[in-house]
């Protein structure tokens, strides 16, 4: 079982930053493939970015290649989402979910575990 908690959003301009934290519970978060999602008003939740439970592999979505990067403590047991160059169509409440098995999956139903989300506004 594994509880996530995500951290960090807030209200920046165009073109500024902000770096998300994903808190998780449990002793073996390394086991866990982790990953980003983020759903904005009235669309469906959408795959950000990914990371192996070791950090060596990742993955992104096409629209934040360049711009974000994802990252993981496995000491800490805490996964980051820096993101930068941020745009408007970057607004939406952004997720946190892990999944035990497997590669870094894009789909919404193969993650077994989610946090409450956090908002990340960026006006224009």
């Known amino acids: 079982q594994v509880q996530l908690v995500e951290s960090g959003g807030g209200l920046v301009q165009a073109g500024g930053s902000l770096r998300l934290s994903c808190a998780a519970s449990?002793?073996?978060?390394?086991?866990?493939?982790m990953a980003w999602f983020r759903q904005a008003p009235g669309k469906e939740r959408e795959f950000v970015a990914g990371i192996s439970g070791s950090g060596s592999i990742t993955s992104y979505a096409d629209s934040v290649k360049g711009r974000f990067t994802i990252s993981r403590d496995n000491a800490k047991n805490m996964g980051y989402l820096q993101m930068n160059s941020l745009k408007p169509e970057d607004t939406a409440v952004y997720y946190c979910?892990?999944?035990?098995?497997?590669?870094?999956?894009?789909?919404?139903?193969?993650?077994?575990?989610w946090g409450q989300g956090t908002q990340v506004t960026v006006s224009s």
């Open positions: 979910a892990a999944v035990g098995r497997g590669i870094i999956y894009q789909e919404v139903r193969r993650y077994d575990y």
């Open positions: 449990g002793r073996i978060f390394d086991y866990y493939n």
